[in-house]
Each structure stands twice: as structure tokens, then as C-alpha cells.
């Protein structure tokens, strides 16, 4: 069975424009959860989406937004980038039923570089 | 809400020696508690997890975990460690019911000498 698989791996921008990052979860994997890693701030949770809804949000500005697909493949945008938007972006993916907390299955990242 | 203190930033040990990793957590409600691991410009490995049961749990790797509830701990260890076992650990805590939303540690970065 693949595993979560993230695109691009690698992306470098500039101040002032956006990003769209992929996330294919496992197969038959219905939740899908963003994660910012940075070395400041650790690893802070961006938003979850199931079936198509997003059901929980972190707190991050609305310059951050996320989408789900019906096959549960999900886009993550960053639009109007700033310096600080620099990070490993990590998606996981779950089985999505109702207590679906007990193990989360990560992609590699996507690793953003802003100049 | 729910947060994770890793008491160390960086561990460095000898091979073949004994480690702990230290992971106390907060909160007012029930969690599962989780132990990841991080290998250079890799994602995350679940090493294990504590759902509920016997308070010492057993992962991947030769690693084991030890929840105390009184003490709102979840220390990792390995009895003898490999250069292979070079990484960043992370701790995290997630509630039972409700979002699925894991709440990390700042991670300890545990460096293997020969």
C-alpha cells in the first residue's frame, strides 16, 4: 500500500506570491491534516479535512486554506507569502472515522523556501 | 487545551548505552499520548502510542514508553542505542474524543557517538 504522498518535495518563492501544496493520502484514508514544522515553533497543527469538510482549524491567518477532493486528496494554498512561511509542510493522513485520534500516518513534506 | 514540555533539546549518548527521553504533558481532559520520530528530511514514524491499558508500552525499534498518569509523564527509552537511532523525537498528545489534532513537544534531537 502507498504511503502519503506529498508535492512537490521542494518549492522556493517570493515575498507576495502563492503556493499550492498536494497531499495523496493513503488509499482508502478519508481524513487529511496539515502540519507547519519550523525551528522556532515546532510543529503546529494547520487545519483537518474529512469527506470534503474541514473539520478543525488551527491558528493560523486566513492566508492559509486547505480543500478536499471527493478521491480525499487535499491542497494546501498560502497566498501573499511572507518570509516566515518558510517551513516543512506536513500532511498525514487517518482512517477519519469518529475517533480516528489514535494514529496519523505523515508524508514527507513539502519543503517551502520563501525569499 | 493540551501541551507538551520535552525537558531536553538535545541528548548526546554513546552507543550501545541506555537512553531516556523526557515528555511531560498538560491537560484537563483524557489523551492519547505518542511518540514520533524524525530522520533527516524525512516525515514523521510513529514509534509507539499509549491508548489505554498497561501503562508500559512497547514500539518499533527496541523502544519502550512508560505513562504516569500522576506525574503527567511519557518518557521514552532503549536499553542500548544504535547510530542508526539518530534523529529528532517527538512527543505528542492528541484528545480521545473531538479534533483530530495532535499537539507536539519541541522534539529532542538525540545524536549517537560511537
Known amino acids: 500500500k502507498a504511503g502519503v504522498t506529498q508535492t512537490p518535495r521542494y518549492l522556493i518563492k517570493t515575498r507576495g506570491q502563492q503556493v499550492t501544496l498536494s497531499c495523496s493520502p493513503i488509499?482508502?484514508?478519508?481524513?487529511v491534516s496539515w502540519y507547519q514544522q519550523t525551528p522556532g515553533q515546532g510543529l503546529q497543527f494547520l487545519f483537518e479535512?474529512?469527506?470534503?469538510?474541514?473539520?478543525n482549524k488551527g491558528n493560523f491567518p486566513g492566508r492559509f486554506s486547505g480543500r478536499q477532493f471527493s478521491n480525499s486528496r487535499s491542497e494546501m494554498n498560502v497566498s501573499t507569502l511572507e518570509l516566515g512561511d518558510s517551513a516543512l509542510y506536513l500532511c498525514?493522513?487517518?482512517?477519519?472515522?469518529?475517533?480516528?485520534?489514535?494514529?496519523?500516518?505523515f508524508g514527507s513534506g513539502t519543503q517551502l523556501s520563501v525569499l | 487545551a493540551q501541551s507538551v514540555t520535552q525537558l531536553d533539546s538535545q541528548v548526546p549518548v554513546f552507543e550501545e548505552a541506555p537512553v531516556e527521553l523526557r515528555c511531560n504533558y498538560s491537560?484537563?481532559?483524557?489523551?492519547?499520548l505518542f511518540w514520533y520520530v524524525q530522520y533527516p528530511n524525512q516525515g514523521l514514524q510513529l514509534l509507539l502510542k499509549?491508548?489505554?491499558?498497561?501503562?508500559l508500552v512497547k514500539g518499533i525499534n527496541g523502544f519502550e514508553a512508560e505513562f504516569n498518569k500522576s506525574q503527567t509523564s511519557f518518557h521514552l527509552r532503549k536499553p542500548s542505542v544504535h547510530i542508526s537511532d539518530t534523529a529528532e523525537y517527538f512527543c505528542?498528545?492528541?484528545?480521545?474524543?473531538?479534533?483530530?489534532?495532535?499537539?507536539f513537544g519541541q522534539g529532542t534531537r538525540l545524536t549517537i557517538n560511537p
Open positions: 505528542a498528545v492528541t484528545r480521545i474524543q473531538g479534533a483530530q489534532k495532535l499537539v
Open positions: 498525514a493522513s487517518s482512517g477519519g472515522t469518529t475517533s480516528t485520534n489514535e494514529k496519523l500516518f
Open positions: 499509549y491508548l489505554s491499558g498497561s501503562t
Open positions: 491537560s484537563s481532559v483524557s489523551v492519547y
Open positions: 479535512y474529512f469527506s470534503e469538510t474541514q473539520r
Open positions: 488509499s482508502g484514508h478519508r481524513s
